[in-house]
């Protein structure tokens, strides 16, 4: 355990003692007064979703690639959000307080270079000797080289070879755009014009960090390979690369302007109006360079729309007088976890605002768009929700499940109170599209189905090892859940088949892996959900081992918590971390799924929650628990910490007031 660790854990207490009915219930009131103070007129509550310092370097990048006028105001934001999150290493990690990250602190350096840091200022030169000793920028991932191909700082050689004229490739071929996840694609697209036309940043200050590199980068005659590649496939892309290379320039240029047509036609079809192509920076900041590249004119009415949906991504924090650029928004994600919170809460105006927030929901549904889901699903109807505000072509399976189970939970309830409650067809259309999208494996992914073209994250530009989208523990437990809450055949061949996914995927130990939050405990969590309701018993072995897990794992001062280390390659079983209020939530939500209500473990977590809520209500959380892309990019939700462990408390009390002890929802 590290002095870090040793701190958090030092002067709590062991909480073995179930807390009163009156600490309990206020600290519920409390929380659940500040969020739904916190919702929007219109209904819906959104969060600030913060990843690494990769996103807001960019955002100060782009505006140098593409000629503008900084917005000194907001630099000098960005530039003190930068320094804080510098990590004692010099360089800068990929979550809160972890370890350094060679590419993050390229794109980092060089983003407060641009801002105007001197290169000697004691914290550039700490982090420039961190680059220097952990490889140089040479070192840097595949996405970071390109951009410093652009900026002339490497050679294009440093890229591997992505030919735009993939766009033509039939889909029989080996790689093909619906063989990829719906992230890659969208980032892909754009950045295939920028890669075939050389693309080379304005750079009006040309801005250049030489003194990064251990040799001069054209002399940088090997580049890494990612760590995740497994023979043959390394050496088999490799030299797939090798021959693209050589042969690409001499491809017809005839072909060559149909692939960039393409394209074009691509991503204009995706715009996606103010919320962007994908709803992701870094697909909209391609987009963005790829307009600019073509030539289109700045005030063209899609590329002034393209380029302010970027600006829609700043969060300016007044108190700490920074700035950062999220990675995307969370608003349908938030809206439905905060509506299952405040269904447990149970009062009145608990009831009110969760109507409220569904008839925002509502509204947010796709219903005539059939997205690139369709490819591999093609006679599914659409009817699912987005993650963000809009992305009506990239609907997402773990909302549509969460924002479903709302819906058909509040339904009765809202009748019951004379309020709005006509939701039977949008519930309907949402289970529907979930149910159409089951992958032939029995579990669920988050956009698309059989999306298990394993042996592409091989591929050279593939360095980060996720360019798919397969089934996962997590998503599925959700799906599962929804369809068994509301009224599913359990015996039927999609929730056997479902089940069945979930009982393989469970780890020795008896936890699941969770691909989109941080990590066992929030796939055990998920699993959970999905297996009670799906039928398991307590005495289920795979839900008794999970609970097992669950509580060896649990900290000395009652809480739980999981670093994002836990993704790493060669993860060898659970290692103790300090207790975080999203995970502690997770744990216990996830014990009261099995059937273990009354577990002394459940009660000492009940326990760490009401003593750690702060003096507003809420809980602080440093940490990061979601995950993006396993050991590459990772998201600090900022309303994890919020509304998890207000559902938990909540859900604690009904269940200790009940004759069953049983969870009867899907999640």
């Known amino acids: 355990m590290d002095v870090r660790m040793e701190a958090d854990f030092v002067g709590t207490g062991a909480g073995a003692a179930r807390v009163s009915e009156g600490v309990l219930q206020r600290s519920i009131d409390r929380a659940a007064r500040v969020l739904m103070d916190r919702q929007a007129a219109d209904g819906h509550w959104v969060f600030d979703l913060e990843a690494d310092a990769t996103i807001p370097a960019e955002y100060i990048l782009l505006k140098h690639h593409l000629g503008e006028e900084p917005d000194p105001e907001i630099a000098r934001r960005i530039g003190n959000y930068l320094r804080r999150i510098q990590g004692s290493h010099g360089g800068w990690p990929l979550f809160h307080n972890g370890a350094f990250n060679i590419s993050a602190s390229v794109k980092a350096y060089f983003a407060l270079k641009a801002i105007g840091d001197d290169i000697d200022a004691p914290h550039m030169?700490?982090?420039r000797q961190a680059i220097r000793d952990n490889g140089g920028a040479a070192a840097s991932n595949v996405f970071t080289r390109i951009m410093l191909a652009q900026f002339g700082a490497v050679p294009w050689t440093a890229v591997p070879v992505m030919p735009v004229e993939i766009m033509l490739l039939p889909k029989w071929f080996p790689f093909h755009l619906t063989k990829i996840s719906y992230w890659a694609r969208t980032v892909i697209v754009p950045l295939l014009i920028l890669m075939a036309l050389k693309s080379k940043a304005k750079n009006p200050r040309n801005l250049r960090i030489d003194e990064l590199f251990l040799v001069p980068a054209d002399q940088v005659k090997s580049w890494p390979k990612a760590p995740h590649v497994k023979k043959p496939w390394g050496e088999i892309f490799g030299v797939i690369d090798r021959v693209l290379r050589v042969v690409q320039p001499y491809f017809p240029r005839k072909s060559r302007d149909k692939a960039i047509e393409k394209a074009v036609a691509f991503v204009r079809e995706r715009l996606n109006g103010e919320d962007g192509l994908g709803a992701i920076y870094p697909a909209m900041a391609n987009t963005v360079m790829m307009f600019d590249l073509l030539g289109w004119s700045p005030k063209h009415p899609e590329v002034a729309t393209a380029r302010y949906a970027i600006e829609k991504l700043l969060v300016i924090d007044e108190a700490r007088d920074e700035a950062f650029c999220q990675p995307c928004v969370s608003p349908v994600w938030d809206t439905s976890l905060l509506c299952h919170a405040l269904l447990e809460v149970g009062t009145d105006e608990a009831l009110a605002r969760t109507g409220q927030a569904l008839e925002w929901l509502k509204g947010e549904q796709v219903l005539d768009v059939k997205g690139d889901w369709a490819d591999q699903r093609p006679n599914v109807r659409p009817g699912g929700w987005a993650f963000q505000y809009g992305n009506d072509h990239y609907p997402d399976l773990d909302d549509t499940a969460v924002v479903v189970m709302a819906f058909n939970r509040a339904q009765p309830q809202l009748a019951a109170a004379g309020l709005p409650a006509d939701y039977d067809m949008t519930v309907a259309r949402g289970a529907e599209w979930v149910e159409g999208l089951q992958s032939r494996n029995g579990g669920w992914g988050a956009f698309d189905a059989d999306n298990t073209h394993y042996y592409l994250n091989y591929i050279p530009f593939s360095d980060h090892g996720a360019l798919l989208d397969p089934p996962t523990s997590d998503v599925t437990g959700r799906c599962l859940g929804m369809m068994a809450q509301l009224g599913a055949d359990k015996d039927g061949k999609?929730?056997?088949?479902?089940?069945?996914?979930?009982?393989?995927?469970?780890?020795?130990?008896?936890?699941?892996?969770?691909?989109?939050?941080?990590?066992?405990?929030?796939?055990t969590w998920s699993a959970l959900n999905g297996l009670n309701a799906a039928g398991l018993s307590p005495d289920h072995p795979a839900m008794k081992r999970a609970v097992d897990w669950l509580v060896q794992i649990q900290n000395p001062d009652g809480g739980w918590g999981e670093d994002c280390e836990?993704?790493?390659?060669?993860?060898?079983?659970?290692?103790?971390?300090?207790?975080?209020?999203?995970?502690?939530?997770?744990?216990?939500?996830?014990?009261?799924?099995?059937?273990?209500?009354e577990h002394p473990a459940v009660a000492r977590g009940i326990d760490w929650l009401t003593r750690n809520q702060g003096e507003d209500g809420l809980w602080k959380e440093e940490y990061y628990s979601g995950g993006g892309f396993p050991r590459i990019f990772y998201l600090r939700y900022h309303g994890y910490s919020k509304y998890f462990p207000l559902w938990a408390m909540a859900r604690y009390r009904n269940l200790s007031n009940s004759n069953s002890k049983l969870v009867s929802v899907g999640l």
């Not at 995927?505 to 066992?520: A, C, I, L, M, T």
């Not at 939530?585 to 209500?597: C, I, K, S």
């Open 494 to 523: 999609a929730m056997r088949e479902g089940v069945d996914y979930l009982l393989k995927e469970q780890e020795k130990d008896g936890s699941w892996f969770g691909r989109w939050g941080v990590n066992y405990i929030y796939g």
């Open 125 to 127: 030169a700490r982090a």
């Open 566 to 597: 836990s993704y790493a390659l060669d993860y060898s079983g659970y290692q103790p971390f300090p207790s975080t209020a999203s995970q502690t939530a997770w744990a216990l939500l996830g014990m009261m799924a099995a059937g273990a209500v």
